[in-house]
């Protein structure tokens, strides 16, 4: 008798204990072997007609939204940089001239990679949009975001580390039916690194196909992961990130970058920072400098909701990549708890998890305390490198789950942020389940600056 009285104190107290840390999903999920989607795929299909365009893809243009990038590969002779869009199918009234580039990789000649400017579009609307010539012409269409400003919803999803599995496709095709707007990505496209000498350009070239089903229509906000690096030394290929700049720009001269690889941009509601892990960021280098900067353009009056992207998770406690990210929250953190930060989204771990609003910004070397505590100023960090790649899922946690972890849990998926108004967003994360889209996590998310610091009603 004494030894169950022993035993429900013991439950309650473990209860009771429950009630701060965090959950670890116990879900057993089932999921397709991580081994890439064969070549012969329909996936990958190449578009019929000589010289027709493929692997076409869209980013956001400019600083606030009314210009995008299309880009697109022409497989046999450089053909026409040329967009023909208008307001309505079949009315291209205007048009667009680009430029093309071409590289080498080992003895692999890339095709013609096609990048035109897109400007001066109107807020709002759906434009239709033409690209290649004669019978290999295809059409395309996309819709630009409201104009910038605190009223303005938007819905963005989130995806990272996708590759090009099946699991990847059952992601993508989830992410079909969220009704998002655009692709905040947080790194590691393709996983054409794995390959070796020319197949790795091969598998690059099918991703852009398998890809564009969405990256047509809808801007993806690219930020650049370790498997985009490919140095290589062993096959003479050493200029970081040659084959993903080359492929996939950014609109980074908008917001002042010196580099394609860190930069911001406005779209609706929201101002978007994007953050290499793999370019020089202590004090004095030029991505440091240049967030101190960008950070002084945010205007919560005008973009409520600061939301920044990187790779490497700073708050992370499975046993892939723990403590990667130190380097840089040494150096950033600070000031994402100043300037209220309302999200950071990372990729990088094959799995999924999310922080309680927690800091560590009181460490001093010599002295003090260097754990994190609870901190109302502090973002939420989100891991989401779970698209599915071939790598497989990261499953093994660190044991117990640390105080900062809310939730964690070791499924593919991919989730949305769906900004309602400029105090409220509602943040679903979906897994993949058979085939099956479930919602796992959901929660709404109050603005940091208009709830947290100017008091605004927000219940
Ligand atoms: C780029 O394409 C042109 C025209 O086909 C070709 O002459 C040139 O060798 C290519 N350059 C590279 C780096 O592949
Ligand atoms: C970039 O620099 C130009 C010239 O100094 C300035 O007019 C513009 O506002 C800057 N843009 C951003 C986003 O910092
Ligand atoms: C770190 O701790 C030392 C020793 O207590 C103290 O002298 C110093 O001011 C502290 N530095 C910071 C940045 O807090
Ligand atoms: C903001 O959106 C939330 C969620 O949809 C809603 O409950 C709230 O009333 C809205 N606030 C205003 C001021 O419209
Ligand atoms: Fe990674």
Not at 332 to 347: L, N
Not at 390 to 412: C, L, N, T, V, W
Request: charged fraction near 20%; charge should be negative.
């Amino acid at each position: 008798m004494w030894c169950r009285y022993l035993l429900l104190l013991a439950f309650l107290f473990s209860f009771i204990h429950n009630g701060t840390a965090g959950v670890t999903s116990e879900f057993i999920r089932s999921e397709f072997p991580a081994v890439d989607i064969p070549l012969d795929h329909e996936v990958f299909a190449v578009p019929k007609g000589y010289n027709a365009p493929q692997q076409v893809h869209i980013t956001q243009g400019d600083y606030d939204g009314k210009a995008v990038i299309i880009s697109w590969v022409t497989p046999d002779e450089p053909g026409s940089s040329l967009v023909q869009y208008g307001l309505s199918e079949g009315n291209y009234e205007y048009t667009a001239k680009g430029t093309f580039t071409n590289y080498t990789f080992y003895t692999y000649k890339s095709g013609y990679i096609h990048h035109t400017h897109v400007d001066g579009l109107e807020y709002d609307k759906k434009y239709f949009y033409k690209i290649g010539e004669g019978g290999s012409a295809r059409k395309f269409w996309f819709k630009t975001p409201p104009k910038v400003g605190p009223d303005s919803p938007y819905k963005f999803g989130i995806i990272g580390d996708l590759g090009q599995t099946f699991n990847s496709l059952s992601t993508i095709e989830h992410y079909k039916e969220s009704g998002g707007e655009t692709v905040l990505f947080v790194g590691d496209l393709s996983y054409a690194d794995r390959y070796q000498y020319n197949d790795i350009s091969v598998r690059w070239d099918s991703w852009g196909r398998f890809a564009e089903q969405i990256a047509a229509y809808q801007p993806w906000l690219w930020s650049a992961g370790n498997h985009d690096i490919e140095y290589l030394p062993y096959m003479g290929e050493v200029t970081p990130f040659k084959t993903y700049t080359a492929r996939y720009p950014t609109p980074y001269q908008a917001s002042n970058s010196s580099e394609p690889l860190w930069y911001a941009v406005r779209r609706a509601s929201a101002h978007i920072i994007v953050l290499c892990s793999y370019s020089p960021y202590v004090k004095y280098t030029p991505q440091y400098k240049w967030l101190e900067g960008e950070l002084k353009n945010v205007d919560r009056t005008k973009t409520p909701w600061l939301v920044v992207l990187m790779h490497v998770p700073w708050y992370n406690s499975n046993d892939a990549h723990f403590k990667e990210g130190e380097s840089m929250r040494s150096v950033f953190e600070s000031w994402f708890v100043k300037y209220k930060v309302d999200v950071v989204f990372a990729g990088h771990v094959h799995a999924y998890e999310r922080s309680h609003r927690i800091s560590n910004i009181n460490y001093n070397v010599s002295t003090g305390p260097c754990y994190p505590v609870p901190d109302k100023s502090a973002p939420i960090y989100i891991t989401i490198g779970d698209g599915g790649n071939q790598e497989g899922i990261a499953g093994k946690y660190i044991q117990p789950q640390p105080d900062y972890s809310a939730f964690r849990e070791a499924s593919y998926g991919h989730a949305t942020l769906d900004i309602k108004n400029k105090t409220h967003a509602l943040y679903h994360w979906f897994r993949n389940v058979d085939g099956v889209k479930a919602t796992t996590e959901s929660f709404v998310l109050h603005n940091q600056y208009w709830c947290l610091e100017k008091m605004y009603p927000c219940i």
